[in-house]
C-alpha cells in the first residue's frame, strides 16, 4: 500500500523484532536506579519511553513480553486485535481503534509481564499507533519466546499461540 510506505519514510520507521515497524520518539531524561526498580530488572531505566508502531494486515505482531506496563495509543488506520495472555494463562481479547460504539477503545495497558501479540482486523489495512512504557523500554526486558516454549507454558491456548508466533 502506497500509505503504508508514506508513513514509515515520513516517520523514519524500521522493522521491529515482534513484527511491524517502530521508531522511538521519546526517552525521558530522568532515569530510576535498580534499587528502586524492584525485581526483575537488572541496570537502571529511564522514567518512560514512547515510540510509534506501525501493524499492516500482512505483518502481525508476535507474542511478547516486557516487565514494564506499556499503554497503546491509537492513531490511525483499521482496528488492532490485541490478545493478552497473563502470567496465570488468562487469555483476553482487547479491540484498540476509534469505533467506540463496537467496544471499540483508542486508549489501552497491556500489564507488565504479561504475553501479548496483535494484528490488523481488516485486509490490506495498517494501524498506526503509539506505545508509550514506563519505566522506559530497554530490549533487556524484551522477550520474543520460542512457539513450544509459550505453548509449553500455556498448552489450553495452543491455536491462538500457533497463530501469534513466528517459530
Not at 482496528?79 to 483476553?92: A, N, R, V, Y
Not at 519466546?145 to 517459530?167: N, V, W
Request: hydrophobic content about 35%; some cysteine; aromatic content about 12%.
Amino acid at each position: 500500500m502506497e500509505q503504508v510506505k508514506k508513513i514509515i519514510q515520513t516517520l523514519n520507521l524500521q522493522p521491529h523484532p515482534e513484527g511491524g515497524y517502530f521508531r522511538e520518539t521519546y526517552r525521558s531524561k530522568g532515569t530510576i536506579s535498580e534499587n528502586n526498580l524492584g525485581t526483575g530488572y537488572k541496570g537502571s531505566r529511564n522514567y518512560c519511553t514512547c515510540i510509534y508502531f506501525l501493524l499492516t494486515s500482512e505483518i502481525f505482531s508476535a507474542f511478547h513480553r516486557i516487565a514494564q506496563d506499556e499503554i497503546w495509543h491509537f492513531y490511525e488506520g483499521a482496528p488492532i486485535q490485541l490478545h493478552t495472555l497473563s502470567p496465570d494463562g488468562k487469555h483476553i481479547e482487547y479491540v484498540i481503534g476509534k469505533d467506540l460504539t463496537k467496544g471499540q477503545v483508542p486508549q489501552l495497558v497491556v500489564p507488565g509481564g504479561h504475553w501479548f501479540a496483535a494484528r490488523i482486523l481488516e485486509p490490506e489495512a495498517y494501524a498506526l499507533v503509539g506505545c508509550t512504557v514506563s519505566p522506559g523500554f530497554s530490549f533487556d526486558d524484551f522477550v520474543l519466546p520460542a512457539r513450544e516454549r509459550l505453548i509449553g507454558q500455556f498448552p489450553e491456548h495452543r491455536e491462538l499461540i500457533m497463530a501469534f508466533t513466528r517459530k
